[in-house]
């Protein structure tokens, strides 16, 4: 489903009229008419729609990223999809004031890239690695990897993020990543490397074990390209679910 198949964004505009509009055969900005709603609420659609197209041309995520609820959000993915950027991060623990950012991995447009603590994972590096990124795609990146960044780099992520740990939710997959790729049938290189085990290639690495940091970045990114075949495939059950087109 695109933005423009969508009219929750309207102020006063809940899911029940929405799909009403959408069961009159109306399901692209294009066909909408005040008519069809009628009264001031049909007025305040066109409005919504007609600034909706200049937002997108202009690639204004944040203004949909306002303008829906919370929980329709996954709505963005399709639009906005070549402005995304997936990542994730690997830390030597799970408190961001006492412990570190090991490894950074980000794909956008179509090519990955791993910073690493030691070596390029920089806070200037970071503020332009995310500088094109209107769109931030993570799974339970909102409670985790974007606290620790800001609070580990001094950086400013705030801005249209899709967190799929959520959007998983909605179609019934529950669990963390690794056992939310399994359900959706995701195959990895190496399956049996955890989260856990990503601290301990880190202290292998710092011990000199050759071998440890190439593992490790090797799941990072692993981890990361991932979620973009997994958010293909959240928003595309969501719209067969929901969407009437």
């Known amino acids: ?25 109306v399901t692209h900005w294009d066909e909408f008419e005040p008519s069809v709603v009628g009264g001031q609420r049909g007025d305040r659609i066109q ?8 937002r997108i041309a202009e690639t204004d995520v944040t203004y949909f990223d306002h303008a829906f609820p919370s929980s329709e ?16 991060i690997e830390t030597t623990g799970l408190d961001q004031d006492r412990n570190q950012v090991t490894t950074v991995s980000l794909h956008q447009g179509g090519d990955t890239q791993t910073l690493i603590a030691g ?10 690695a995310f500088d094109g990124a209107d769109l931030l795609v993570t799974f339970n990146g909102k409670r985790f990897d974007v606290p620790f960044l800001e609070a580990n780099f001094d950086v400013d992520l705030d801005r249209p993020h899709l967190d799929l ?3 998983c939710k909605k179609i019934g997959l529950s669990g963390g990543l690794k056992q939310v790729e399994q359900d959706i049938g995701i195959e990895r290189d190496r399956p ?3 989260g856990r085990d990503a601290v301990r290639l880190w202290r292998e690495h710092e011990q000199g074990r ?8 090797s799941y990072n990114r692993e981890d990361t390209v991932n979620l973009k075949t997994l958010a293909e495939t959240a928003t595309e059950r969501l719209d067969e679910r929901i969407f009437v087109g």
């Open 1 to 25: 489903m695109r933005v423009e198949n969508s009219f929750i964004g309207t102020d006063g505009v809940g899911e029940k009229t929405e799909q009403s509009i959408w069961e009159q055969g």
């Open 47 to 54: 409005q919504f729609i007609d600034e909706g197209r200049d």
């Open 73 to 88: 959000r996954w709505r963005l993915y399709e639009t906005f999809r070549e402005r995304a950027c997936f990542f994730d």
């Open 119 to 128: 070596d390029d994972l920089t806070a200037e590096n970071l503020r332009a």
């Open 165 to 167: 740990m959520y959007t």
């Open 192 to 194: 049996d490397i955890s």
């Open 210 to 217: 050759d071998g440890a940091l190439e593992t490790l970045v």
